[in-house]
């Protein structure tokens, strides 16, 4: 079966950075584009940052100038750099990811189950 599985989370104090990783695994198929959201205690899920299949990027505002995305060598991987963090940005990030599959001529989609994210000022 086809996991998808974030990486990268943990403690830095605000102005510093993180890079998270987003994994697929238990395919050969390379990731075709990658959404990532973000969900901080008793709030609503929220839309963080987007790869598209074509390569475009998009963010949110309140990310915008501050975090990137990019794939990494093994196409199975995909990064979300998070630069100049603050505390606000504190929440459990999760990626969304699209991929080739057997059962579907358009392609599946995945769930990863999280990574936490905390910021200190």
């Known amino acids: 079966q086809v996991h998808v599985v974030e990486s990268g989370g943990g403690l830095v104090q605000a102005g510093g950075s993180l890079r998270l990783s987003c994994a697929a695994s238990g395919t050969t198929f390379s990731i075709s584009y990658v959404d990532w959201y973000r969900q901080a205690p008793g709030k609503q899920r929220e839309w963080v940052a987007s790869l598209s299949r074509g390569g475009i990027t998009n963010f949110a505002d309140s990310v915008k100038g501050r975090f990137t995305i990019s794939r990494a060598n093994a196409k199975n991987t995909t990064y979300l750099q998070m630069n100049s963090l603050k505390p606000e940005d504190t929440a459990v990030y999760y990626c969304?990811?699209?991929?080739?599959?057997?059962?579907?001529?358009?392609?599946?989609?995945?769930w990863g189950q999280g990574t936490q994210v905390t910021v200190s000022s």
């Open positions: 969304h990811t699209g991929l080739p599959c057997e059962r579907s001529v358009i392609g599946c989609d995945y």
